[in-house]
């Protein structure tokens, strides 16, 4: 099942040496290094980039250019909105940015047998990241579809003056 998803997302790629394809286990510790190194993103555990890569696979991708991963998107399918999936973390190595990896990780996800059923992606983005902001609005715009911003989770219900608060952005129908 993993190879024929490998071998799925692979057709999307054109020859510039990038490779997509669904994490491994093997891939968490890399995972957590290209998160620490955007200094941007919350870095979450070690542990638990290792369970997502291996729990969360399907539904998550990681983009690997001569041995080393350069991009990584997490998301899972909502357990309480079966047709919706959610991005938590995306990342690009800024040796890599500018060359629509994100946007084509995006798509690579959604185009994959696991979200088969998905009509709706959300995710949420503090206001003060633009390129986050122009990504989302970007995918709603190459797909042809909405892209409706609303509040997702306040400053005050982070531990105080710890978090900038996030917007939730709701693309779709796909
Ligand atoms: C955000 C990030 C993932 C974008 O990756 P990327 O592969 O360079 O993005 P893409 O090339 O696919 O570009 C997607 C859109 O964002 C825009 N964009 C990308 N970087 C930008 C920047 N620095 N400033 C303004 N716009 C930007 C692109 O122009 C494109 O918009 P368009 O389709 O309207 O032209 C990358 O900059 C990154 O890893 N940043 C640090 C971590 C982060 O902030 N993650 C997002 C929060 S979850």
């Known amino acids: 099942m993993q190879n024929e998803e490998k071998r ?3 057709e999307l790629d054109p020859d510039d040496g990038y490779t997509f394809r ?5 891939d968490g510790k890399l995972i957590w290094q ?3 190194d955007t200094q941007v993103l919350d870095l979450n555990s070690s542990y638990s980039y290792l369970l997502w890569a ?3 696979s399907d539904t998550s991708i990681v983009v690997e250019k001569n041995g080393k991963i350069v991009g990584f998107i997490s998301g899972f399918i ?4 079966q047709d919706t999936l959610f991005i ?6 800024e040796s890599a940015r500018g060359q629509r990896l994100a946007s084509r990780m995006l798509q690579g996800i959604l185009q994959s047998q696991s979200c088969r059923r998905i009509r709706y992606l959300e995710a949420t983005v503090t206001p003060s990241n633009i390129p986050s902001t122009r990504l989302f609005k970007g995918l709603a715009r190459d797909l042809q579809t909405d892209c409706v911003i609303t509040d997702g989770y306040t400053e005050d219900q982070f531990p105080s003056g710890a978090h900038e608060s996030e917007k939730l952005f709701r693309i779709g129908p796909f």
């Open 54 to 56: 291996d729990q969360f």
């Open 8 to 10: 799925s997302i692979a």
């Open 78 to 81: 909502q357990p309480k909105a």
């Open 34 to 36: 290209l998160i620490k």
């Open 88 to 93: 938590w973390q995306v990342a690009v190595d």
């Open 22 to 26: 669904i994490p491994t286990v093997e």
